[in-house]
Every structure is written in C-alpha cells, then in structure tokens.
C-alpha cells in the first residue's frame, strides 16, 4: 500500500466527489500549485489508487427509465465457461455492469431498459439466451442514493 498523507486524501475525496475538477482548481483549494496537484494526481494513478474517472449518465434522462440487478446462477458449472458467459454478456449494450460474485448466483448484473417490456424483450432474447445461464432473480430499482463511502 502507497502512504498517503493528508492532501493525498483530500485530493481523493474531492476527486471522488467530482472527478471533472482541474488541477489547478484542487491545488487553490489544498494550497498547492497546479504542477504539484498534477504530479500527486499521477502519482495516485501510477500507483493503481485512482484508476480512472467515469462519466455517469443519467439514464433514465436518455430513455431508460428501468434499473433491474439481475442475480445469475449458471446452470452446469464446468460445462460452459466463465470466459464464454462474461464474453457474451459483456456484449449485450444494456447490461451496464457485469460482477463474478460469490454466494446464491455466481452474477450480478446492473441492466437498463426503456420500460419493463423492454426489459423483458432483453431478458428473453438476450440474457436467458446466454451460454449456461440458468436461474435468474430480477430486482427493479426503485431509487438510488450515491454514498461518498469510507473516503
């Protein structure tokens, strides 16, 4: 683990809050120059701390007003790989995210949909389509609240 001191936090968590903020503008705000912020800031990237900055989309703002986490079981495990289903899941463009868990499924996924028919066509034609899906559990998100976490 790199030793961080207090500006490296700040930094953090500022850019963890809002990771579209210059160097400059977080150097006036820590006291530091805007070649010092830069080079820390890479410094967090160089050492695997930050490892990239996300663009979030409001999804329901661009037609997608349905979350649905979706909870896979494989069906036969060692008959189908894992590379062929994350490979095919990987390619369908609603499924947002696509997490290799440990418990009751061995997915979850994070799927966008227009409407809940939308996601129905998605989740027959598609998902249930995949190489060893199996038993499938649909929670729909009703709404989202984004924590800073423990930063």
């Known amino acids: 683990m790199t030793d ?3 500006i490296d936090r700040k930094l953090i968590r500022a850019l963890a809050r809002d990771a579209r903020q210059s160097a400059s503008a977080l150097g006036k705000r820590f006291g530091l120059s805007q070649p010092a912020t830069w080079r820390r800031i890479r ?4 050492a695997g701390i930050i490892r990239e900055r996300h663009l979030r989309l409001n999804a329901e703002a661009l037609g997608f007003g349905v979350t649905v986490f979706l909870g896979i079981k494989l069906a036969i495990k060692g008959r ?3 590379e062929d289903f994350e490979r095919a899941v990987v390619a369908i463009p609603e ?3 696509v997490e290799h868990v440990l418990g009751m499924y061995d ?7 227009r409407d ?3 996601f129905e066509r998605v989740l027959r034609r598609r998902i249930m389509t995949l ?5 499938v559990e649909a929670n729909v998100l009703l709404s989202e ?7």
Not at 107 to 113: G, N
Not at 131 to 135: K, L, N, S, V
Not at 145 to 151: I, K, M, N, T, Y
Request: glycine share 8%; aromatic share 2%.
């Open 4 to 6: 961080l001191d207090a």
């Open 43 to 46: 410094r967090l990237e160089e």
């Open 80 to 82: 189908v790989s894992l």
């Open 95 to 97: 499924v947002q995210t």
């Open 107 to 113: 997915y979850r996924l994070r799927v966008v949909a």
């Open 116 to 118: 809940l028919p939308d």
């Open 131 to 135: 190489p060893g899906a199996g038993e």
């Open 145 to 151: 609240e984004r924590l800073p976490g423990p930063l």
